[in-house]
C-alpha cells in the first residue's frame, strides 16, 4: 500500500498539513465481514491479520471512554489505526512543519506530550508501544467527539472529530464541517468515508449466527408504515425503519441488550434513543414522548428505556424503529429480517 503526504495551502492563509500516513485505498482491502464472532462489538475475523493481536486493546481502549463517548466503537478505533498506519506500530511519517507522525495511531511530539500515557506497566508512555498508542488515540478522539458535539457544526461528531484528528480541527471550524472534497486533494474527506465505511463491516457479523438471548419486539402494538416505502414525508424519499402503531405514553422496551449512545433531540425524530448492540450494529427508538435511559448506560433487552410519542417531524403518535449499521442516519437495513434472526416475532 502507498503512503501518501497531502501539503496544501488554504485559502484562510495558513497552511495545512495533513499529518501521517493515510493508507490509499486502505478500507477497500478490509475483509469481508460476512460470518466470524463479534466480541464486543469488534469481529476480529473481519480485521486484517495485522491488526488481530491489537483487537483487545481496541476494546479496552473503547471502554475507557464509553462514559463520555459511547460512539466510539472498538471497529472505529481500529479501523482509524488501520488507515493511519496499517497497524504498524514503528511506521513514521515524513518531517513536516508540524512534526514527524510517529507509530500505529501516528501521533506528533506535541499531542503526544498531552495525550500519552504508559498504559502496559512499563514505565514508559511510549507512542511506539500500540498499548499506549492506542489509549491515547481514543482519549484524544473522545476530546473531538465532545468539542464536535459542542460546536453545532452539521454531521455526525465522530466525522467531525476523525476530520479534526487527520487535518486538525481548525479545519473543522474553518468549513464548519467536514471539509470538503476539493480541500487537500480529498485526503481528508475520504479519510472519514474510509474509516466509517470500514467500521461498519469490521463492527458487524450479519451474515453469521446472532444470540437470541434477551430479543424482543421494542412495544406492544402493530406494525404501520414498512421499511423503504416511498414518499414526500421524508428527507431520503424512503421511510428508514418501521413503524409501530401506538398511541402516545406506550412502554418502548430495548429490543436487545447493548449500550446506550444517544439519548436526546434529534431533530426529526424528535426524542429518540440509539443502542449499540453486541454485533456492532444499532437500533434506534424515534418521537418519543419521554427517555428513561441516558447515554453510556447499558441497558438489558425488554428494559423500559422511554415511552413512545409523537415528537419531531410525525403526523400522528407512533414508534418509529431502525436498524443501523452505524449510530447516526443513513446507515439503516431492514429491521424486521433482523430482529427475525434474533428469535423476535413479527
Known sequence: MKAVKVVAVAAAGFPVVVLGLVLAGAGVGASDPAGGS??????????PAAGRKYAPWYIKASESVAGECPTLSPALLAAQGYQESGFNPTI????????????????????????????NGDGRADVFDPADAIM????????????ASRSGYGGDPVHLALAGYNAGWGWVDYYKGVPPERFAKGQTYHYVRIITSTAAKWGTALGGPLS????TR??????????????????????????????????????????????GVGVSYGNEIV???????YSQYAHLSSISVSEGQKVKGGQKVGLSGATGNVTGPHLHFEIRTGPGYGSDISPVPYLRKRGVTM
Open 38 to 47: 463479534v466480541v464486543s462489538g469488534l469481529n476480529v475475523a473481519a480485521m
Open 92 to 119: 513514521e511519517g515524513p518531517p513536516t512543519g508540524s512534526g514527524t507522525a510517529k507509530g500505529i495511531a501516528q501521533f506528533i511530539d506535541s499531542t503526544w506530550a498531552t495525550w500519552g500515557r504508559d498504559e
Open 136 to 147: 491515547a488515540q481514543a482519549r484524544y478522539m473522545c476530546s473531538m467527539v465532545k468539542k
Open 212 to 215: 437470541t438471548e434477551g430479543w
Open 218 to 263: 421494542p412495544v406492544a402494538g402493530p406494525l404501520g408504515t414498512a421499511y423503504h416505502e416511498t414518499g414526500a414525508n421524508w428527507v431520503s424519499g424512503y421511510h428508514t425503519g418501521v413503524d409501530f402503531t401506538v398511541p402516545v405514553g406506550t412502554t418502548v422496551r430495548a429490543a436487545g441488550p447493548g449500550t446506550v449512545v444517544k439519548a
Open 275 to 281: 443502542i449499540r448492540h453486541d454485533d456492532g450494529v
